[in-house]
């Protein structure tokens, strides 16, 4: 077992936070690991991306950006507008099909925001 050659690091010649393409597969291959190890991490994550699907009915809904969700939460009290909570809060577009703005935003916890996505569907 010689490592008199030396062993090369595997960092050599590359620049600190350099996102190859290679390496974008690596984290791709680490979370699938994850996803294997933990399913239920896996229906969970599933769980988000339908959601988030049910948001883009149309193409025409946006995600509000960090300061309309400000607004809006601020306008809701930082309240959940379905049972009051004051934890974790989301915007939910009151019309899926509408447009992104303050109106047809709602400040809701994510477990109503779970319940309204499955009256919807
Ligand atoms: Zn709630
Ligand atoms: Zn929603």
């Known amino acids: 077992m010689g490592h008199k050659k ?4 595997w ?8 996102h190859t393409k290679e390496h974008n597969i ?20 599933k769980e ?5 699907a049910g948001n883009w009915k149309g193409g025409i809904i946006r995600f509000p950006s960090i300061a ?6 601020e306008r809701d009290n930082y309240e959940c507008q379905d049972c009051g909570l004051k934890i974790d809060l ?7 099909k509408g447009l992104t703005v303050d109106e047809n935003l ?16």
């Open 106 to 121: 709602v400040s809701l916890c994510p477990n109503c925001h779970r319940l309204r996505h499955r009256k919807v569907a």
């Open 26 to 45: 690596k984290i791709g291959e680490g979370v699938k690991k994850t996803f294997e190890e933990f399913p239920e991490i896996k229906e969970k994550m």
């Open 11 to 18: 960092n050599l010649g590359k620049k600190m936070g350099e």
């Open 68 to 73: 309309m969700k400000r607004r809006v939460f």
């Open 6 to 9: 030396g062993q090369i690091p």
């Open 90 to 96: 989301d915007c939910h577009h009151l019309d899926p």
């Open 48 to 52: 988000r991306i339908k959601e988030k």
